[in-house]
């Protein structure tokens, strides 16, 4: 520009004619004109630059979701007390379905989180949605480690056996179904026949244990066909366990194990042998465990001394706790108690406490829970009653030194605290607490957080109820698992 100027300026002190003169002139405003669309087409460009860079630092970039990361399946031994081991060769759970899961996504520039997105969580197959969690009181306590409401459960894995009944009616289940943490079933029933030529023919699931090995121990109540199962220990990468075998068969067909008829209950005690409830027979059977010293496993015990079953008195082999009434097969009918001084009306739960070495049955239809020494048998007393407000209990479970059972026509749990002598018998869970609802209560369970999950059998349903550091009351209760495909009957927590 400064050039052209000078040679404008030079024309015109040598005397150009008017022509010339036009001409450089024209020259001079078109480099000017150049010049001015130069600088406004850089002046746009830094504005451009500019936009850009807000646009990442304060657009919220499109969401993305990671599923949880998988669980293993492990195992416990409930044995009234929370208190297990491990078996190895435990397989991954199935991972959480698409979508599931919260994920925070940095901006594209690498900037440290002026946009991010969290991603709602479904509702889970299974798991009612965060609204059917129930209304409590405003003053309710809430424990300050109490997880968010839809964060999974500690516990990975639950299982759950169901009424079953007639293989032909495609409403009832006849297995147990697996359930991962936030109450998303696994694609396939859990029980599968093994190489141990023995049929898988199940029928009437009830209760559930694990041995110190990890094997699990399922009760089939048939009463054509009342037996104790075996499945292994290790779990396949379909989620399912193996059957290794009949750990006991009761009668019929086996009448040298008539205890074991129309059996309900499992547990085992702290020499490592199995406790059986048997509904017909009305009598708690001990079994020798899979690893007992002395003894064929699955086998009846020798018979417990305060019910001089060694010397003759003609109690069912095994017997730890006698029944009211004796069955009519087989013959001879076994001698009988009356309730008041531990005769059984109808054994359901059981339960053990290796601290204080005892055995807790609940007993349906006298509106009770007993106790029994653990060595002898001889009966402690009714922990629990009817003047306490017990109508007919079902579920056993102790957790912090604390019995709970349920109670399928009053639709509650009761608790009783076992360390604290003189301590009332509570209500922990009325029929209804805020939108939740129970309808005949049936096996009880605790996660590894502490929170309490009860089957509602008529429901369909297995509620959980997250409770105060006392344990006896309820801080938040929630549907953990809704619409099942046949009614409950007990659940076990399998710790990952």
Known sequence: MARAARVAVGADREGLSAAQRALVLVTLLLVVAGLVLLARQGLGTNEGSDAAHRGRTTAAPSPTTT??????????????????????????????????????????????????????????????????????????????????????????????????????????????????????????????????????????????????????????????????????????????????????????????????????????????????????????????????????????????????????????????????????????????????????????????VSGNNTVYVADNTDSSVKAYDGASGAFKGKVIKSSDGLAQPVGLAVHNGILYVSDEANDQVLALDLITPGAPVQVVVKEHEGSVSLDHPSGLAFDAGGALYVASRMGKQVERYELSGDGVKITKAKVFLDHLPDEPEQIVAVPG
């Open 67 to 352: 599923p949880p990361p998988s669980t293993a399946p492990a195992s416990s031994i409930p044995a009234g007390d929370s208190s297990s081991g491990v078996p190895s060769g435990a397989a991954a759970a199935p991972s959480a379905p698409n979508g599931a899961g919260q994920a925070e996504q940095a901006a594209p520039d690498g900037s440290d989180g002026t946009a991010e997105q969290v991603a709602v969580l479904p509702a889970p197959v299974g798991e009612a949605a965060p609204a059917a969690d129930a209304a409590l009181p405003a003053d309710a306590a809430q424990p300050a480690d109490a997880a968010p409401p839809d964060s999974p459960t500690p516990t990975s894995t639950w299982y759950v056996s169901f009424h079953g009944g007639d293989p032909s009616d495609e409403n009832n289940v006849d297995n147990v179904l697996a359930y991962d943490a936030r109450g998303t079933p696994f694609p396939n029933p859990v029980l599968t026949p093994g190489t141990a030529g023995v049929p898988l023919d199940l029928r009437e699931l009830r209760g559930m244990a694990f041995g110190t090995d990890g094997t699990f121990y399922v009760v089939n109540s048939s009463k054509d066909d009342s037996k104790i199962l075996a499945f292994g220990g290790a779990v396949g990468p379909d989620g399912t366990r193996a059957l290794l075998g009949e750990f006991s068969h009761g009668y019929p067909p086996d009448g040298s194990n008539p205890g074991i008829q129309h059996p309900f209950g499992l547990a085992f005690d702290v020499s490592g042998d199995v406790l059986v409830s048997s509904q017909d027979s009305q009598v708690v059977t001990r079994l020798n465990g899979p690893a007992a010293p002395f003894g064929v496993p699955g086998t009846p015990t020798a018979t417990a001394s305060n019910w001089c079953q060694t010397g003759g008195c003609g109690f069912y082999p095994g017997t730890l706790a006698p029944g009211t009434e004796a069955p009519d097969q087989p013959p001879p009918p076994p001698p009988t108690v009356g309730a008041g001084s531990g005769g059984l009306k109808a054994p359901r739960g059981v339960a053990y």
